[in-house]
């Protein structure tokens, strides 16, 4: 009866361990991709707007462009004609800057336009949590929500 006791123990313990390390993926942020009508007007608002670093583009098709956000990150810019986004606020990129004012102080010199949550032109709102945020459209209608980290 031990043998068997301790049988069905080794093969319960060994299941456990199949099943934890099966749900222990570590799944991390890759990339988000976006279609845009126009490569280098895009391109130019997301260097210099939005300050991202153009890295190489591994697939050297000539209209995609890839976009550092982090370092282990990126944005890829893709062009393309044929299909057009939805404009909705909620399906957003959110990113965070240490310095949202500095930041807004930016868009301002450089006439984009912002708002909040709500719709109000130029100004801030506090999410639940308590962070600071903002939100802006790249040229091709894309929301980003910047936060303050």
């Avoid at 991709?33 to 153009?54: D, H, K, P, W």
């Amino acid at each position: 009866m031990k043998k068997n006791n301790c049988f069905i123990l080794v093969i319960l313990f060994t299941f456990m361990s199949i099943q934890t390390k099966g749900q222990d993926f570590n799944l991390g942020f890759d990339h988000f991709a976006i279609l845009v009508e126009n490569l280098e007007e895009s391109s130019n608002f997301y260097l210099n707007i939005m300050g991202l670093e153009e890295i190489e583009n591994k697939t050297k098709q000539p209209h995609i462009r890839w976009f550092a956000m982090g370092s282990k990150s990126a944005l890829h810019v893709i062009e393309d004609n044929q299909h057009k986004i939805a404009d909705i606020k909620g399906v957003h990129l959110a990113l965070y800057t240490d310095n949202l004012d500095g930041f807004i102080t930016h868009l301002r010199q450089n006439n984009i336009y912002f708002e909040n949550w709500p719709g109000e032109e130029n100004t801030t709102n506090d999410r639940p949590d308590g962070v600071r945020q903002i939100y802006l459209k790249d040229p091709n209608g894309y929301w980003i929500e910047v936060n303050e980290n």
